[in-house]
C-alpha cells in the first residue's frame, strides 16, 4: 500500500512552517518577510495566519491601515 499524502498534510506542514520561522525569530514579524522568507506570497501567509490565530496557535498583535 501507498501513502498519498492528504490536504490535511499539506495543511499541517504549512502551518509546522510558518510556526517553526515565527519561533526562530523572536518579536514582530510582517506576513511580507515571513512570505519572503518562506517562498510564499504575502496573502497566502495572512490566510495561513488568520487559521492559525483562530486555533490559538498565534496571536496578531499588529494590523496596520494602508492609506
Known amino acids: 500500500m501507498t501513502y498519498r499524502p492528504t490536504a490535511m498534510d499539506f495543511w499541517s506542514e504549512l502551518d509546522g512552517d510558518v510556526l517553526r520561522c515565527l ?4 518579536g514582530e514579524m510582517s506576513p511580507a518577510e515571513l512570505g519572503r522568507r518562506l517562498g510564499m506570497s504575502e496573502d497566502a501567509v495572512c490566510s495561513i495566519l488568520a487559521m492559525l490565530a483562530e486555533a490559538g496557535k498565534v496571536r496578531i498583535r499588529s494590523v496596520e491601515r494602508i492609506m
Not at 519561533?23 to 523572536?26: G, I
Request: glycine share 0%.
Open 23 to 26: 519561533a526562530e525569530r523572536p
